[in-house]
């Protein structure tokens, strides 16, 4: 029979003093887990103006599908995008419980908006805005559209993250080389700090396995 409490024939022969080796391994597990360590010091995502087309009245349907209207058999125009990242704070901890919404204009360049000339035209197939709650390892993702320019405009995806403890990040996504964004005022003022070009430069590659004809693109979302 296995003796019980096996541990306390050795235990006393440890020394009382902790090793140099204890000591280093014991602050270690006080710190923050080793992936999170690793990821400390992330820049932040920048801030940028939330712009004249936020909705002023939500959809019926705004799930994370934008390019289906529930009730609707047709898809929206354009190329479909699918957006998915993570929502992290600086030292690379998912922030549990935030809320990402996103909104953008249609494949003709046109919002549904109060303030959006020829807003009657736009393609009612698209949803144009969409919101979730990210999941428990602070992940999110959103069917879409590659955004299209309009006039004035570089193409780009709005975005907000609100967390439970009341932050609020209002910013934007761009295209990575596309070459409108040079001469883009608002992503110009985003990208002073060129660290920061990694978090609002999407990097567009085909949806491999995911969706035939669609791109694909990862963005975290690093709230300060
Ligand atoms: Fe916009």
């Known amino acids: ?21 204890t000591l280093i391994v014991a602050a270690g597990a006080s710190l923050l887990p080793l992936r999170s360590v690793r990821a400390a010091g992330l820049v932040a995502t920048p801030a940028q103006t ?16 934008l390019v289906q209207v529930r009730g609707q058999a047709a898809q929206a125009m354009g190329t479909v995008l699918h957006l ?6 600086l030292n690379g901890h998912p922030v549990e419980g935030a809320l990402v919404e996103i909104w953008q204009c249609d494949a003709q360049g046109l919002y549904d908006h109060p ?3 020829g807003r009657d035209r736009r393609d009612s197939a698209f949803q144009g805005y969409g919101r979730l709650l990210v999941k428990a390892d602070g992940s999110y993702s959103f069917r879409t559209l590659r955004p299209v320019a309009y006039p004035g405009r570089t193409p780009h995806i709005h975005f907000k993250v609100a967390t439970a403890s009341g932050g609020l990040l209002t910013s934007q996504f761009y295209i990575a080389g596309e070459p409108g964004n040079e001469r883009d005022g608002v992503f110009r003022g985003a990208v002073r700090d060129p660290r920061q070009r990694d978090r609002i430069e999407m990097k567009l590659a085909p949806a491999a396995g995911l969706e035939a004809g669609a791109l694909a693109t990862t963005m975290d979302i690093v709230v300060g």
């Open 50 to 65: 939330e712009g004249p087309f936020y909705p002023t009245s939500f959809p019926a349907d705004m799930d994370n599908d």
């Open 84 to 89: 998915e990242g993570r929502v992290l704070d």
């Open 115 to 117: 303030r959006q000339p």
């Open 1 to 21: 029979m296995r003796p019980p409490f096996l541990f306390v024939e050795w235990a006393p022969m440890k020394p009382l003093v902790p090793s140099r080796r």
